[in-house]
């Protein structure tokens, strides 16, 4: 059993979006193939994986470096003790061969994009859902019905507050319970009319998250709290940078509500530093911590030891990025649900087909690896690059 080659191509997922630090109009992502020699059903076993919107392919990093770390690794080295399948684990060491620690920048995401192929083929070759496979190697129950929460709310050229409203409203119409929209993209006045129009268009069915993508400093970010905190909000993300504790931590003097980040950590050392320094409360606060962006699920299982060490409850997770790959640890180890980008970053994000949300919740299908094979817009472009 081994792998005998790794794929991997550059795809657009532009659109005329933007939040209130990038617009997405040149954004790309990573689709990546790990080919086994393995067949089950007649058919050979291809993991597949990407990255998340926001951090751009990594075409490069993936050709250069890793790929080749995986296909020059001894074959035996990398599977698991009894041989019969893929460690991802050990895989994830071979990729990080001659790496430094520190400075998680672009090179997390490549490394979680392949992460993401690696545990599809494990999946595949073990037979069975990842959710289960997870659930069964930690000794937990899975539940396969999972919480998602429809995330838009944009700002694009024309775009103006009905047509805010009817893009809320359909989520609604979708199944969907809670609805995120983009601040600090406009001036404070603003943002706040916007939030108004949503609120009145959602009333009492459905709850609104803002999420400000880290564009403010200290004082406009406790201007916001202290304009968002009269509304019954489901969070308040990303305030500041990513990377200062510091003001995460001042603005919860000034923000009693929820507030959600993490997205934009990618290692288990950044996630300890904002559970050390960050002032984050367990008992209200999310954490969006982004496998495909963050060295993928076999560096989510040391956050998650983390998050345990300091007293969080997995459920405080929702990460972002709107994959089946975060459904699968959602619904495999008891994450408090996921993102979901109802009309954006397509074939990627999204469902298998005819996965209903229903009361803000969708069910599982019992799929062999992700699941991908039952998205059929997605697979088709996935075996394009490898079958
Ligand atoms: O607009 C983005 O970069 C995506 C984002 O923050 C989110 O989904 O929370
Ligand atoms: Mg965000």
Redesign the pocket.
Known sequence: MRIVDVREVTKPIASSIR?A??DFSKMTASLVAVVTDVEREGRRVVGYGFNS??RYGQGGLIRERFRSRILEADPASVLTQAGDNLDPHRLWAAMMTNEKPGGHGERSVAVGTLDMAIWDATAKIAGRPLFRLLAEQKGVEANPRVFVYA?GG?YYPGKDDTQLRAEMRSYLDRGYTVV?M?IGGAPIGEDQRRIEAVLSEIEGRARLAV?A?GRFDLESGIAYAKMLRQYPLFWY??VGDPLDYALQAALSEFYPGPMATG?NLFSHQDARNLLRYGGMRPDRDWL?FDCALSYGLVEYLRTLDVLHQFGWSPSRCIP???HQMSLNIAAGLGLGGN?S?PDLFQPYGGFPDGVRVEDGHIVMPELPGIGFEGKSDLITVMRDLAE
């Open positions: 939040n630090y990038i919107n926001g995330a944009y995120k983009k999420d993508n993300e990303e997205e969006q972002h990025g709107g993102e980008y």
